[in-house]
């Protein structure tokens, strides 16, 4: 079992930053990859960035080139660097992290959630 905690949400002014922080506990032998989710009222959770085991990276277009996601493997810790926040940033933001039951068959685990706020 692996416990995930956010952290570093917060308000912030539009053209701001925060910095998250996910740090997961538990029954850990191997994280795959993790990664960080955002759902606004009404809408449906959506990947922000991903970051596997190996270092690769991923992010949703519209946070590209603003966002940087990291990863420190001996804390299992996740981090997202958010720059240049924006209005549509606002959001509830979701750890996630991927775990290997067997070679083939993975669980996922969540957070919280953390709120972002960004005021125009």
């Known amino acids: 079992q692996v416990q995930l905690v956010e952290s570093g949400g917060g308000l912030v002014q539009a053209g701001g930053s925060l910095r998250l922080s996910c740090a997961a506990s538990?029954?850990?032998?191997?994280?795959?990859?993790m990664g960080w989710y955002r759902q606004a009222p009404g809408k449906q959770r959506e990947l922000v960035a991903g970051i596997t085991s190996g270092g690769s990276t991923n992010y949703a277009d519209s946070v590209k080139g603003r966002f940087t996601i990291s990863r420190d493997n001996a804390k299992n810790t996740v981090y997202l660097q958010m720059n240049s926040l924006k209005p549509e940033d606002t959001a509830v933001y979701y750890c996630?992290?991927?775990?290997?039951?067997?070679?083939?068959?993975?669980?996922?685990?969540w957070g919280q959630g953390t709120q972002v706020t960004v005021s125009s």
């Open positions: 538990g029954n850990i032998f191997r994280i795959n990859a």
């Open positions: 996630h992290a991927e775990a290997p039951m067997t070679i083939s068959r993975t669980t996922d685990y």
